[in-house]
């Protein structure tokens, strides 16, 4: 009888279309534009957004989204339900989210903001290497920003060993005259970070070969190109495509590595080998996402654990399979602690925080695809994870998730390291935009119609 009173009251009051079951309610201010909506004070699911095709094309917001997040923001403009953004492109993360705030009239965070490499934080073990970082602008912040020491460039390389790059011309007209001078002693390369495609694909192959089979010192040709141990590598974005303002998806990060993984091969004889593939769709990002809304939730004052996590997406073969890889190794990691096959050091120093093992389904998971042990993280509270995937990018509503080619076999788009699923490219839910999307989610959180 109460709560029929209360709702009653609040159809008269503030004239919104949807309440909660329960009196604990977040106060909404009715908006003529939108549609109004009332969530628990303390809601305890939180959402992702990837962006580039789900809040914006290039560097334009979408109607959609921008209606989407005046739904999500309180009488103040500020968010109701802890949020995180998630994309596989590569930049600074305060000005992702200086973006971010300015398209929507809100605040957000840099550390809201989950680049393809963010989750590289937690490989500390290559922190302290001599790294050669791969990608375009502001790469060596992006790799300080992540925990690493001591940085070169593919320019500093070229530089210290003039002789290497001969698919440059110019540079072959150099040598040709003698205008070069050689630094042997520059450091031995003893990582590789791949945050980004780069630009001069060609020399940035040539000289990744070299330094992958000379272990990081392009000084000797090796005896045995096929025995030669394989310094670390990281890579982060395994897009093969994208989409931006022009009318077809574009190259991604994902179609370089393919190149480098097809010439090592050829040369070789060997698979390249990832010390760790970092970005959507791997669990790793999935995971790192959950600690930060976590993190986020408890800044906002919810201090109950989060139990629900909604990915929105627009690529079935990158953010939908890897939401659904998450949901997969949320109930493994259940299923482990069930039987008594996990364990926590609780050995952290965020108190807040716990460093997880990775017994988790890590013995299904290629070695590049294991959460390290000694991450610090968030506890993993996560039930469910659900993909919602949007028509606004590079997925159109009615083309066939997965397309046979002429010999009727899959064409598949996906990174070697990550085994062809089909399944895993169908969504818990389509929606035409991230607008509609909202409506659903606010729906399925115990709503019911006034």
């Not at 309440?19 to 305890?44: E, H, M, Y």
């Not at 310094?231 to 931006?244: G, Q, W």
Request: net charge negative; aromatic share 8%.
């Amino acid at each position: 009888m109460q709560t029929g009173r209360l709702l009653l009251g609040l159809r008269s009051l503030t004239k919104c279309r949807f309440a909660v079951i329960n009196a604990s309610i977040w106060p909404v201010k009715t908006s003529s534009a939108f549609s109004t909506w009332q969530l628990p004070l303390k809601p305890d699911f939180g959402i992702l957004f990837d962006v580039d095709g789900v809040l914006a094309r290039g560097s334009n917001p979408l109607d959609q989204a921008k209606k989407a997040m005046e739904k999500l923001k309180d009488a103040n403009g500020h968010l109701r339900v802890p949020c995180a953004f998630v994309t596989n492109a590569c930049n600074r993360s305060h000005d992702k989210a200086l973006q971010i705030s300015n398209w929507f009239d809100m605040e957000v965070s840099p550390d809201q903001v989950i680049h393809a490499p963010t989750p590289v934080k937690l490989l500390r073990e290559v922190h302290d290497k001599q790294t050669l970082v791969i990608g375009q602008e502001h790469r060596l912040d992006i790799a300080k920003d992540l925990g690493f020491d001591n940085l070169c460039t593919i320019e500093d390389v070229k530089e210290a060993y003039p002789l290497l790059d001969m698919v440059d011309h110019e540079n072959r007209v150099k040598v040709a005259k003698g205008q070069y001078k050689e630094n042997p002693s520059f450091p031995r390369v003893e990582a590789i970070l791949l945050i980004g495609e780069p630009t001069h694909w060609e020399s940035n192959l040539q000289l990744l070969l070299d330094l992958l089979l000379t272990q990081g010192k392009p000084t000797e040709a090796p005896t045995d190109v096929h025995t030669v141990p394989q310094i670390p590598v990281i890579a982060c974005n395994m897009d093969l495509v994208f989409m931006a303002e022009a009318c077809m998806p574009r190259f991604g990060h994902g179609a370089f590595l393919l190149c480098l993984e097809a010439l090592f091969k050829k040369i070789t004889g060997n698979e390249l080998h990832y010390v760790s593939l970092v970005g959507k769709p791997c669990e790793i990002t999935y995971r790192f996402a959950e600690h930060t809304v976590s993190k986020i939730a408890k800044r906002m004052g919810i201090n109950k654990p989060i139990k629900r996590l909604y990915f929105f997406g627009d690529n079935p073969h990158v953010d939908i399979v890897g939401a659904n890889l998450y949901d997969r190794y949320i109930k493994q990691n259940a299923l482990n602690l069930q039987n008594g096959n996990t364990t926590s050091t609780g050995d952290s120093a965020d108190e807040d925080a716990c460093s997880v093992s990775s017994v988790d389904s890590a013995s299904s998971l290629p070695s590049s695809r294991i959460i390290p042990e000694n991450a610090e993280l968030h506890d993993q509270t996560v039930e469910h994870c659900l993909s919602m995937l949007v028509g606004t990018g590079v997925y159109k509503y009615g083309t066939e998730m997965n397309k046979k080619g002429p010999d009727g076999k899959y064409v598949y788009h996906g990174h070697r390291d990550i085994a062809h699923e089909p399944e895993l490219t169908n969504p818990h839910k389509y929606v035409h935009c991230v607008d509609k999307g909202i409506d659903y989610i606010f729906e399925r959180e115990s709503m019911v119609a006034l």
